[in-house]
């Protein structure tokens, strides 16, 4: 049995956590401007690029993000597709993100009046302007809340990739405990890291709700 002291357990965790994080960054801004591309397919006037979209969602979020994960690093493989667990832990969750945040968004969008379209096209806007100059702008305000904290849920996502091979905070936490059988302590540490890269994030989310309420019974 190895021999790991409580700094060497917390280095390596931290360590570890780092790639935690910047997985879950790239994740999240690739799936955000996926997303982006999404969302102006979604509320498309063209009925078959909708459609497309919604199957797309449907697909993303009616299958577990384990076995996204499995069929990206397992079934890409077998079609002549090698793929390290960096590269389709990176896809798959920029794909899973993507797919969220689209839905959330487009709901934001929807809950614009649609006098606010009616608008931009009595001034002669396409659609696609009329989305990017009137609509969003005030969709984005409601959607600010509801992006942040669907962040939170990326960052936990993260642990999954630990099935495949990546390693981050959980694969990590696994490795040591199985050196050192001390799973309690080692996994609680670990969840404390989690915590402390979710919390802030979860307080600012209801920080925004909050300030996002106050600024509509004005």
Not at 75 to 95: C, E, Y
Not at 128 to 136: A, S
């Amino acid at each position: 049995m190895m021999e790991f002291t409580l700094w060497d357990i917390a280095r390596n965790l931290l360590l570890a956590a780092r790639w935690t994080v910047l997985l879950s960054l790239i994740a999240f801004v690739c799936g955000g401007v996926v997303g982006l591309i999404l969302l102006a397919a979604r509320v498309s006037p063209l009925p078959w690029l909708r459609r497309v979209v919604v199957l797309y969602v449907e697909l993303f979020q009616g299958t577990p993000l384990l076995m996204q994960l499995f069929l990206a690093f397992f079934g890409l493989p077998l079609m002549g597709i090698d793929v390290s667990p960096w590269v389709a832990a990176t896809v798959t969750l920029t794909l899973y993100t993507s797919a969220y945040l689209a839905d959330i968004w487009r709901g934001c969008v929807e809950a614009v009046p649609r006098g606010q379209w009616a608008a931009g096209a009595s001034l002669g806007m396409t659609h696609t302007q009329q989305l990017r100059y009137i609509v969003w702008p005030q969709a984005r305000r409601i959607a600010t809340a509801p992006t942040v904290g669907f962040l939170v849920q990326v960052v936990k996502s993260t642990a999954l990739t630990s099935i495949i091979g990546f390693v981050e905070l959980t694969k990590t936490g696994t490795m040591i405990t199985n050196a050192v059988f001390r799973p309690f302590p080692i996994y609680g540490m670990v969840a404390l890291l989690y915590f402390a890269m979710c919390f802030p994030l979860t307080w600012y989310a209801r920080s925004l709700e909050r300030k996002a309420r106050v600024g509509q019974h004005r």
